[in-house]
């Protein structure tokens, strides 16, 4: 079992930055393999960035440049840095973990609480 516990979200005017965060506890051969995800209002849940235990990491084209996903040295946190953020980064956002190669795609099996976070224009 993994247990993942987000950090509260934000809201920011378009071009500003936040950081999110998820703390990993629990089995860790099971978060292997971790990820960011989003869902906005009426929109399925998209893959935004993931990260394996050798730092390989994999983008939405929507984020390149943007965002930027890491883990702290013992793997127990997880981050999310997101700059330049535009309006339509606007959603909840979910860390996800699993002990497969999923990378962008939503069928990880341990997922955090989600955190919302705002941009205005």
């Known amino acids: 079992q993994v247990q993942l516990r987000q950090s509260r979200g934000g809201s920011v005017q378009a071009g500003g930055s936040l950081r999110l965060s998820c703390v990993v506890s629990g089995d860790t051969y099971s978060s292997v393999y971790m990820g960011w995800f989003r869902q906005a209002p009426g929109k399925e849940r998209e893959g935004v960035a993931s990260?394996?235990?050798?730092?390989?990491?994999s983008y939405a084209d929507s984020v390149k440049g943007r965002f930027t996903i890491s883990q702290d040295n013992a793997k127990v946190t997880l981050y999310l840095q997101m700059n330049s953020l535009k309006p339509e980064d606007t959603a909840m956002y979910y860390c996800?973990?699993?002990?497969?190669?999923?990378?962008?795609?939503?069928?990880?099996?341990?997922w955090g609480q989600g955190t919302q976070v705002t941009v205005s224009s």
């Open positions: 996800a973990a699993d002990r497969i190669a999923y990378w962008l795609l939503p069928y990880y099996k341990y």
């Open positions: 990260i394996d235990s050798d730092g390989s990491t």
